[in-house]
């Protein structure tokens, strides 16, 4: 799952996102300092992920959750630098793109949102899109 670039044309980029991620990354338009004000007063809304999500934390993904963890131990600044990324500008043509690109979605993702997917999907040649009915971000 993937984020398209923030001034995908044609694109309603916040369309789909859970409310927190979605004030985030409004956040991280804003600026630094604006996010880190967004994350430092944020808390874990598991509203971001679907049922399956949360099955898959606790079972075959359950790793994930340490790693995840220890990714905050020195602080917000990784995901200020993630998250700024996020919205920065790719420099990049897509069309210009001749690698192989496999596109893999679940179409219930509310922390990348599958419209993402499918505007990606339209601009880089030979994309294969593989949408998952039913499955979230996990």
């Keep these: 799952a ?31 300092e604006a996010l880190k004000a967004e994350l430092g007063a944020s808390v874990f809304d598991p ?18 959750n340490g ?7 020195a602080g917000i600044g990784g995901m200020v630098d993630d998250d700024l990324a996020l919205v920065a500008d790719w420099g990049v043509d897509l069309a210009a793109v001749t690698a192989p690109v496999i596109l893999l979605h679940g179409d219930a993702d509310r922390i990348a949102p599958v419209a993402h997917a499918r505007w990606l999907a339209d601009r880089v040649p030979d994309a294969d899109l593989v949408i998952r009915p039913g499955d979230g971000h996990i």
């Design 47 to 64: 509203a971001m992920f679907t049922d399956g999500d949360l099955r898959a934390l606790e079972t075959d993904w359950a790793w994930l």
């Design 2 to 32: 993937a984020l398209a670039p923030i001034r995908a044309e044609g694109l309603d980029w916040f369309a789909g996102m859970h409310a927190g991620g979605e004030r985030e990354l409004r956040a991280a338009v804003a600026g630094r």
């Design 67 to 73: 790693v995840a963890g220890r990714g905050l131990d």
